[in-house]
């Protein structure tokens, strides 16, 4: 029996896209988009200046991103924690630690804030990820952790970015009974790069 139902075969080259739904499509096309705008706009020079003179290495777009993201993931004191923002310098730390990053990682995390930043537009009534109130922002955050592998990517690079950031300042460790490396303590020597024992 024939069955006329039958979809043709499909060239090599879709047979990717097979369980590809209409939907992630989508999604895909709009963070596409919006990283070839952000490298096309970084091309020609409009990648944002740094005109908050606070932070030497990232741009003033940035910072503002990093402190609601700080604000959304760190409500330090809500807990009896030092603030995230006032108290402990967190996106001051970000910013020395990107004045650290090679050429290529810096473009890379530009990149990424700025797709971070306008990607909620999809689906947040057009408004930018810093502009959202802060049930939205958390929303949207949860809703990055849990989506693709790009977004899960990127939420957890920015995620660690600003945690490790504001954990490893030392005003932080009372709260968690953290007296500082134990090598430091215990005045441990410190051997440099020496061998590796033998087995």
């Given amino acids: 029996m024939h ?3 039958a ?5 090599g080259w879709m047979s990717g896209l097979a369980p590809l739904s209409r939907r992630g499509f989508l999604r895909t ?7 070839l705008s952000s490298g096309c706009a970084t091309l020609l020079g409009r990648g944002g ?16 991103v990093l402190k609601r993201l700080t604000q959304v993931l760190l409500p330090a004191e809500q807990f009896g924690l030092p603030s995230s923002l006032s108290e ?7 910013d020395g630690m990107v004045g650290q990053m090679a050429g290529q990682t810096r473009e890379l995390l530009g990149l990424g804030l700025w797709v971070f930043e306008h990607r909620s537009m999809a689906s947040f009534r057009f408004s930018r990820f810093s502009r959202l109130d802060d049930d939205e922002a958390l929303r949207y955050v949860n809703a990055m952790q849990a989506g693709t592998f790009f977004e899960r990517g990127l939420m957890t690079t920015l995620k660690t970015l600003v945690c490790v950031n504001y954990w490893r300042d030392a005003r932080t460790w009372p709260g968690l009974d953290y007296h500082g490396p134990v090598t430091e303590i215990w005045g441990v020597r410190r051997l440099g790069n020496a061998p590796l024992p033998q087995v």
């Fill in 49 to 64: 200046a740094n005109s908050d003179r606070r932070y030497q290495h990232l741009t003033e777009d940035e910072s503002i």
């Fill in 7 to 11: 979809r043709p075969d499909e060239p």
């Fill in 3 to 5: 069955n006329n139902n």
């Fill in 29 to 35: 096309a709009v963070i596409s988009a919006a990283a």
């Fill in 88 to 94: 402990v310098p967190t996106v001051q730390n970000i």
